[in-house]
């Protein structure tokens, strides 16, 4: 009987690894399927191509001779290039796996994907980088407006160090 009663805490200790490998490979299924209902490849692809253009697009703003222009293009493309390389879906799938899978249960993770594979589901995630430009856009022009009182405060700041270490 005795021998029992000690058999049970071990085997449930040399199973619960086993059950605890189920268990994170089941969400770590669920939040890969996720991403995938979400469409997060095409949608990373697509924010990267928006980022390039604004970012050549404001680049090339503050080159003034052809010539300069030439250089600086086939620069900013070897930069936009490495960039999409290095923040491609291929290189990122596995740490946003890894991270909606920790933020999420396994439950609410199906509930995600059983959303967003809705009509209004799909319909918010059609309309997400139109969102993300846009609130980049405001997020850009707010601080563009903020920017010349933050650089009054800082230059303020900085008298005030000044004069307090004389």
Known sequence: MLKKIYAIPIILFLTFPTLLHADEASRLAAAEKLLSVM??????AQILSQVKEMQMARFMSTVSSEKDKAESRAFQEKMMDFLTKEMSW???????????AEVFT???????S?????PIGQKYLKKTPELMRR???ISQ?????????MQKMSQEWEKKQKAAQE
């Open 141 to 149: 022009e707010r601080m563009m407006k903020i920017l010349p009182e």
């Open 114 to 118: 059983d959303f967003h594979s809705s």
């Open 90 to 100: 291929e290189n990122l799938k596995g740490d946003y796996v890894n991270l909606y």
């Open 135 to 137: 609130s980049m856009q």
């Open 106 to 112: 396994e439950e609410e993770l199906k509930g995600l």
């Open 39 to 44: 469409n997060l490849k095409e949608m990373t």
